[in-house]
């Protein structure tokens, strides 16, 4: 089976696995597990932020971030297709007691002109807006990512009005891949960073949190709270930090693969996509002569796996485990299916 549906359906590799047994381990509760230290330090360093902390996923990564950057009753600006907005179960009003106002930006990206009439705080009867939401790459944008001149403009607009920002880098490795922008550079502009591992890059399991040393100790207190403390996680930190190691180098080919897809897709009568939205490893497309589950279906008859995203759309994502023979059989499939 050819699966397409997301690159967090990757299994470790045996180099991997070996990687991870041989990982030095201790209580992370206590702060006592090395391997964890190691790699918190190591990419808060990488993004030039003072402190790192561990976590299970980008879910729990995102909300920490926001709980750590807000006060009950604030609101917190987003795009409408963002991933805390979407996909993170209503956890930033139940966690955080906050609300979010979804932008309408374009493909999941903000700018200054989307939402400089959105700063609310002025009156008594007003919610204060305390936060700016980006995603990098935007996952529902179909993994378009932000130039340094974007986020430049949405850092000053966000310090003139007094606005903390969250980046949400679940994808962070494809837009450095795809763009060349520095780590430090996200640094420069995030007030907290999510980074996960477990989606490019291949890993298993986990996330991270980066900010300054007075919000990690803030997050890790709350990660104890919501049930994140974890013992001997050590094994899943090895993990996180040989995905990095050994699989950041093969995001390009990720996203060459995927501009290949898009171009096929392109090409059939039966389907829509826009190529030159396609910057990294997300392919998203519209299904024209039947519902996205019937087209899936068919797919899944020919061995290639891929997820709906709407009543007519399909999202089709590229990791390590798909190389240009499955990209292949999926081009072939494809032509063969919708012409």
Request: aromatic share 8%; hydrophobic share 40%; glycine share 10%.
């Amino acid at each position: 089976m050819i699966d397409l549906r997301s690159d967090t359906v990757t299994r470790p590799t045996t180099e991997m696995l070996e990687f991870m047994i041989k990982a030095e381990v201790g209580d992370d509760v206590f702060a006592e597990d090395p391997t964890v230290k190691t790699l918190e330090e190591k990419i808060s360093g990488l993004f030039g932020m003072e402190a790192g902390l561990f976590v299970p996923s980008g879910t729990m990564s995102n909300q920490l971030g926001v709980k750590v950057l807000t006060n009950p009753g604030d609101e917190i600006l987003i795009d409408h297709k963002g991933h805390i907005y979407n996909y993170e179960t209503g956890g930033a009003g139940f966690l955080s007691g906050v609300q979010i106002n979804p932008v309408h930006g374009t493909n999941g990206k903000l700018s200054v002109s989307d939402v400089k009439d959105d700063i609310r705080g002025n009156f008594d009867w007003e919610p204060n807006t305390s936060v700016l939401c980006l995603e990098n790459t935007t996952n529902k944008g179909g993994g378009v990512c932000y130039t340094k001149g974007e986020l430049k403009e949405l850092k000053v607009f966000a310090d003139e009005n007094n606005l903390k920002v969250h980046l949400d880098g679940a994808r962070i490795w494809n837009a450095m891949a795809a763009t060349d922008i520095e780590p430090e550079f996200f640094g420069e502009i995030a007030d907290t960073i999510s980074v996960c591992f477990s989606k490019g890059l291949g890993a298993p399991v986990g996330s991270m949190l980066l900010s300054s040393e007075e919000n990690i100790v803030k997050a890790r207190r709350y990660r104890k709270m919501w049930g994140g403390g974890m013992r001997q996680v050590g094994l899943l930190a090895a993990a996180a930090d040989f995905a990095f190691e050994n699989n950041y180098s093969k995001l390009k080919e990720d996203h060459r693969r995927a501009k290949e897809l898009a171009k096929t897709i392109s090409e059939c009568s039966q389907l829509s996509v826009d190529v030159d939205s396609v910057e990294t490893n997300i392919v998203i497309f519209d299904v024209l002569q039947e519902n996205a589950l019937g087209a899936l279906s068919k797919l899944e008859q020919e061995g290639i796996r891929m997820v709906s995203f709407g009543p007519n759309t399909i999202r089709a994502t590229f990791h390590f485990e798909i190389g240009d023979a499955e990209l292949g059989v999926a081009v072939s499939s494809i032509k063969k299916i919708f012409k």
